[in-house]
């Protein structure tokens, strides 16, 4: 199963709102969202690095900060 989330619905999930029930969060953390190691704030990358995961694409950057993740899908130039 593949999902698309809605921003605000990742939003949500990343920082943990009560406003997603528990077994959708829980759906969402089985699909690739909650393994990420909390070095990054800025959620957009967080949904980029997630979606090159979930799409098993290579996520290019030139962001030190991003390459600090050090999953072997994170390249940076």
């Known amino acids: 199963m593949r999902i698309l989330l809605d921003t605000h619905t990742l ?7 009560c406003m997603i ?3 959708i969060r829980k759906l969402i ?3 690739g969202l909650s393994y990420m190691k ?3 704030n800025d959620p957009f990358d967080r949904i980029m ?6 799409e098993n694409m290579r996520f290019l950057t030139a962001d030190s900060t ?3 993740y050090e999953y072997e899908y994170i ?3």
């Open 21 to 23: 029930p528990q077994n």
């Open 29 to 31: 953390e089985i699909f």
């Open 66 to 68: 991003i390459a600090k």
């Open 75 to 77: 390249m940076k130039y």
């Open 38 to 40: 909390d070095i990054h």
């Open 11 to 17: 939003l949500w999930t990343l920082y943990k709102s």
């Open 49 to 54: 690095m997630s979606q090159a995961k979930c």
